[in-house]
């Protein structure tokens, strides 16, 4: 149904940034509320940020927040986490997610992406 491609990770230095993209296809983008996620291995997968279907609200972990931005471009089909102040324990693989209608207002998501890694250097 909802088909997500991450792309933009990489090495980067502590104090710098990236910016993830994620790319979604099938259903109607602009209906799904948008989430990044990260996991490190031995580690549950963990909450970074969401945005509404519209992009008028978004949301943070604590962890990032004032760090990290997550924006949509709906006429893109793109969700972005611009990553800034990047710090070692950022390092994770990083995914994003869809969330349906139907799980509108709860903490769940439908669809998931692959991945994309991002490593921070000290």
């Known amino acids: 149904q909802v088909q997500l491609v991450e792309s933009g990770g990489g090495l980067v230095q502590a104090g710098g940034s990236l910016r993830l993209s994620c790319v979604a296809s099938g259903r109607t983008f602009s209906r799904y509320g948008m989430g990044w996620f990260r996991q490190v291995p031995g580690r549950e997968r963990e909450y970074v940020a969401a945005?509404?279907?519209?992009?008028?609200?978004?949301a943070y972990a604590e962890s990032v927040k004032g760090r990290f931005t997550i924006s949509r471009d709906n006429a893109k089909n793109t969700v972005y986490l611009q990553m800034n102040s990047l710090k070692p324990e950022d390092t994770a693989v990083y995914y994003c997610?869809?969330?349906?209608?139907?799980?509108?207002?709860?903490?769940?998501?439908?669809?998931w992406g692959q991945g994309t890694q991002v490593t921070v250097s000290s």
């Open positions: 945005i509404s279907w519209s992009g008028s609200n978004q």
């Open positions: 997610a869809a969330q349906s209608l139907r799980l509108a207002g709860t903490y769940e998501y439908d669809y």
